[in-house]
């Protein structure tokens, strides 16, 4: 079964539109997280910027204390964010590419250009028991550099995938990037994430990529939640994914 994480930063992003540097405000990204797992998500994400610009340090313990599912914690490869792992403990740990002007995360991490120090932080990391995966383009050779450095999972970019959904022929290309991507990256023994720009229309269109373990969806479930309520909006998403994998 496709597993669902549900990537809670933009409940904690509305937070700080108003209630910034106060010790409390609303919504409370913690309280939306237990409404995800009780409407059935099998994981919360949440990613801790250097800037702190949506999630705060004190959401992510009280995420940990609080939440019953796995944490997936999403984080820069940086020494500080390392050390608030080590003290937090997440399930797992996503590393991502962070850039200040962004507004979201973008691009996938550069892993042939960065194998030593990610391989450093592979290991600190897995020595404390957290499962480590890297947040990649559908290229090969991020995914041959991702398994030479012993990650446990890889979590493929699917940005361009959405981008290129309204465009039968680059929608096709993007597909076959992503399943040969999954193919690969499962002969290597890497387990298979995928995350980014899903949608309730546009998810069924990864059903050909094999071997996924796990969507990470944000945007799109916190936006919906607007219109029908976070729940609905968990619900409406699991039965969007409930076809993986065809029969
Ligand atoms: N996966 C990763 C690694 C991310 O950084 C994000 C947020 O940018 C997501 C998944 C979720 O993307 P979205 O909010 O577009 O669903």
Not at 55 to 74: G, M, V
Request: glycine share 8%; with cysteine; charged share 25%.
């Amino acid at each position: 079964m496709l597993k669902l994480g549900v990537n809670i930063d933009h409940v904690a992003t509305l937070r700080e539109a108003r209630y910034r540097g106060r010790p409390a405000g609303e919504p409370d990204p913690v309280a939306a997280a237990l409404q995800c797992e009780a409407a059935g998500a099998h994981g919360i994400t949440a990613h801790l910027r250097e800037d702190r610009r949506h999630l705060l340090d004190r959401d992510l313990r009280r995420l940990r204390e609080r939440i019953a599912t796995r944490l997936n914690f999403e984080m820069a490869n940086t020494p500080a964010m390392l050390q608030i792992a080590i003290s937090v403990l997440p399930n797992y740990v996503c590393v991502v590419p962070e850039r200040r002007e962004e507004v979201t995360t973008e691009g996938g991490l550069a892993v042939v250009a960065n194998e030593d120090s990610l391989a450093d932080l592979r290991r600190a990391l897995n020595g404390s028991g957290i499962e480590v995966s890297l947040f990649i383009a559908p290229d090969l050779a991020e995914i041959e550099a991702s398994a030479r450095l012993g990650a446990q999972y890889i979590e493929l970019h699917t940005g361009s995938f959405a981008e290129s959904f309204a465009e039968p022929e680059a929608r096709a290309r993007e597909v076959k990037r992503l399943v040969d991507a999954s193919k690969l990256a499962h002969d290597l023994g890497l387990r298979v994430n995928a995350g980014h720009g899903l949608t309730v229309g546009n998810v069924s269109a990864l059903f050909e990529v094999p071997h996924l373990e796990e969507l990470n969806i944000g945007h799109h479930i916190i936006s919906r939640s607007i219109s029908i309520g976070l729940t609905a909006a968990v619900h409406e998403m699991l039965h969007a994914m409930k076809g993986y994998p065809p029969s």
